[in-house]
C-alpha cells in the first residue's frame, strides 16, 4: 500500500472513529485480567462483504517477515505492533518492511473489548479493505462507519482469540456502497 493510502487511512480512523466510555478506563473486571500482557498474532482471518455480496476472503498467518504482537497493560492501556518485511529476490533473506503501531486504551465488558481510539485495523494487519480512490482527478470517497464491534471468543492464560465486525459506508459521486469486515485474530502468549 502507498504511503499516501496509509497516511490518509490514519487520518480518517483519528478523525471518524472513537469509542465513547464513561467511568474509569483504568480498571479492568478481575475476569478480564487474564487479557494484561504480550500477544503474538499467529492467524488473522478477514472476509470482506461488498453490498452484502463476499468479496474477499483471507488468511493471514504470521511468518518472520509478518508479524504482529499487543500488548495489554493493568492499567488499561494497549499497544500494537505490526510488521510486514519484503524479502530480497532470490537471497530468502529479509529487506526492508513496513511498521506499524496503534495504542489507546481496552475495556473489557462481558465477553466485548472496547478500544479506544476505535481503529478499522484493531490489532492485525490492514490488508486494503477500504478502497482508497484519490489518484488523479478521482473524488475523494466519504466514509462512514456504521457499526463496529470486537468480541473475545476465547480468553485464557496463554489463547485469546477475537471477532470483529465492521460495517461503513463509502460514497463517492452520489454512489454509495456499503462494506462489512469480518475479522479473526487468533494470538497466543
Known sequence: ?????YLFMICMLVSVLTACQKGDSNSISSD???IVGK????QQKTVQ??????????????????????QFEKNGKFINVSFRGYNDVGSGS????????TFGTYSVANSSLILSPSYLVLLGFYDGLIPLFFAGDNPLPTVVMISDSSQINTLTSSKL??????????TINNITT????????????
Open 32 to 34: 478480564a485480567a487474564l
Open 49 to 70: 462483504y461488498v453490498n452484502d455480496v463476499r468479496r474477499s476472503d483471507t488468511t493471514i498467518i504470521t511468518t518472520a517477515d509478518i508479524n504482529s504482537n499487543v
Open 178 to 189: 456499503i462494506y462489512k469486515d469480518e475479522l479473526d485474530y487468533y494470538y497466543t502468549k
Open 1 to 5: 500500500m502507498n504511503k499516501l493510502s
Open 161 to 170: 482469540t477475537l471477532h470483529t465486525e465492521y460495517i461503513y459506508s463509502e
Open 94 to 101: 529479509s529487506g526492508a518492511g513496513e511498521r506499524d503501531s
Open 39 to 42: 500477544w503474538n498474532l499467529q
